[in-house]
């Protein structure tokens, strides 16, 4: 049997370490790549509100901001040409007569009239 010489010993060491470091690396990396991915996702998550995605606006977070409806040009109310309904007044023979009990006024019931 011939000696191992030191040196040559310890490159082999040496070179067994690298080994196992270039594992440790790419399986950090691959784990690096992952978590980035995850990252990506869940920012997007957290970017999203009732106007860019399906969520409903009473999951927004307090004191957003909505956008504004543009306006259409038509005024507020019933339209032109719209059908008017309304409740016609009732003749004062088929009103209710208000019958007061025992010791109110009407006062009581309206508030003071000066």
Same mark, same amino acid.
């Given at each position: ?5 030191? &040196?040559? $010993?310890?490159? $082999?060491?040496? !070179?067994?370490?690298? $080994? ?5 690396? %790419? ?5 690096? %790549?992952? @978590? *980035? ?6 920012? =997007?998550?957290?970017? /999203?509100?009732? &106007? ?11 004191? &957003? /901001? *909505? ?6 040009? *038509?005024?507020? =109310?019933? /339209?032109? =040409? ?10 004062? !023979?088929?009103?209710?007569? #208000?019958?007061?009990?025992?010791? /109110?006024?009407? !006062?009581? #019931? @309206?508030?003071?009239?000066?």
């Amino acid at each position: 049997m011939s000696p191992v010489d030191p &040196t040559d $010993a310890r490159i $082999a060491e040496l !070179e067994g370490e690298v $080994a196992e470091l270039k594992k440790l690396v %790419a399986a950090l990396l691959a784990e690096n %790549a992952s @978590l *980035r991915a995850e990252v990506a996702e869940l920012r =997007g998550r957290l970017g /999203q509100n009732s &106007t860019n995605s399906s969520k409903p606006p009473s999951s927004d977070p307090p004191g &957003t /901001q *909505r956008p504004s409806k543009p306006a259409s040009g *038509r005024r507020p =109310g019933g /339209q032109p =040409g719209h059908k008017h309904h309304k409740r016609e007044l009732v003749p004062a !023979e088929q009103g209710v007569d #208000l019958i007061l009990s025992v010791g /109110q006024s009407p !006062e009581n #019931l @309206l508030g003071r009239v000066d």
